[in-house]
């Protein structure tokens, strides 16, 4: 009896310990097994990279994590159709965190080119720019792809500017490196689809936008504090309902290019045209206070405020989109950090460390009922999608089932992604069921067949 007592006070030791493991540690997506796949321009059949996809490893120590990652995600990437020559390429990288992040009290550290936060897919993020900026001197745009230099003063919006090379999960690679400027899901689950590349090269990307319950928790930036989705709770103390959480920076009224919202004089860019449309540069925004508007964000693009998994509150950035579920500058972080600037990429871990082990039972009974799950189309023909709107934090199985209960086709939706197909050439005219599982729990989705 008395051994029976000291193992259940240490299993509740250890479930305790857990509990209040630092979700910096908890919320990365780990896979050793699963490899990830791209598309080729002019082949919609999606082809291995043998690529590891997601996080392989997370560490802890007293102040930090390590996040072990090939920055290669589980959804389905490119092709880039602007000519892009690179694919995502394994990173091979080690991303140390801050686990007590702080706030910057003194001159504010602006957002770079290059990575600025990760993913929890271990995706790099990018800050609004593309490294191309407009040189007065010869009228033209300098940088980039186009090399040379520009003046650094009328930066390029990557975002708009890009638009043409992003695959349908809104992300491309720079020499490899694969990484998101914005919100990462798919252009179009989009209310208002501003790319046509899913038509041909469907893929999905990290979350589907629900615009009824709190955005997931689907990174960390450079200085430590965690970033959500788009949509969170009004008030800051965790009221007031679900909201698009909005960005305060708004396109100035201008038709050339002289002055920064802030009235200095600076070095002119090209006059507004359909060449440079408003909005084509970082420096087209303007901030314009909103502090009294809960559901709007601060000059960093975040607040501080309870989420779900910050139930006492935390300063948390969140990817803004507008009401069409369209990218809405600044994207994500910017553009300048709100913490002081710590985290970085590292060769190896020089101290001693944790390694932190996921539960095997990411989602619980409650959460996995709760999931938002679509066929479509339904009535099908040829294909039919099923596609989880919410983070998945597991692997599900996913089986197109007859009406005698006979499996006749299986895939998965990979944790880090969210959409499976089947493919109906074989399957006659019917009803059947799709059966989602994750080994412990099942949902099913009735699925008409008609084939012409």
Known sequence: MKRALTLITLMLVAITIKAQLNPAITNWLQNTTITGTYYTNGNSTPQSNSILVNCQSVKYSTNYVYVTTTGVPAYTTGPFL??????????????????NPVQNTGTLSPTTSGNIGIFINGVAL???RDGVSYQSSSGTEKGG???????????????LAERAGFDCSKGHPAMGNYHHHQNPSAFDLDLDVVSTVCSTYDSDGLYVINSTQHSPLIGYAYDGFPIYGAYGYKNANGTGGITRMKSSYELRNISVRTHYADGSDV???????TTYPLGHYKE???YVDHSTESD?????????????????????????????HNSAYPYSVGPTFY?????????????STTTYTPSTSAVSESEFHQLSIEVFPNPASDMVAVQIGDLVKEDYSVELVDMYGHVLQKTTVYKGSTLGFFHLETIGNGMYMVRI?????????ALSVARK
């Not at 602007?82 to 686990?99: R, V």
């Open 267 to 273: 070095t002119d860019g090209p006059a507004v045209s």
């Open 437 to 445: 599982s994750n080994g412990r729990y099942v949902q099913t989705r």
């Open 126 to 128: 990018f800050d609004y």
């Open 145 to 159: 792809p186009y090399g040379g230099s520009g003046d650094g003063v009328w930066n390029r919006d990557a975002v």
């Open 296 to 324: 709007y964000l601060d000059v960093h693009n975040g607040r501080f405020c309870i989420t779900p998994e910050y139930p006492n509150g935390i300063y948390a950035y969140f990817c803004t989109v507008d009401a069409n």
């Open 82 to 99: 602007d000519g892009n020559p690179s694919n995502a390429t394994n990173q091979n990288a080690i991303f140390k965190f801050p686990l």
């Open 284 to 286: 087209d925004y303007a």
């Open 339 to 351: 913490g002081v600037k710590s985290a970085s990429k590292v060769s190896s871990i020089t101290e």
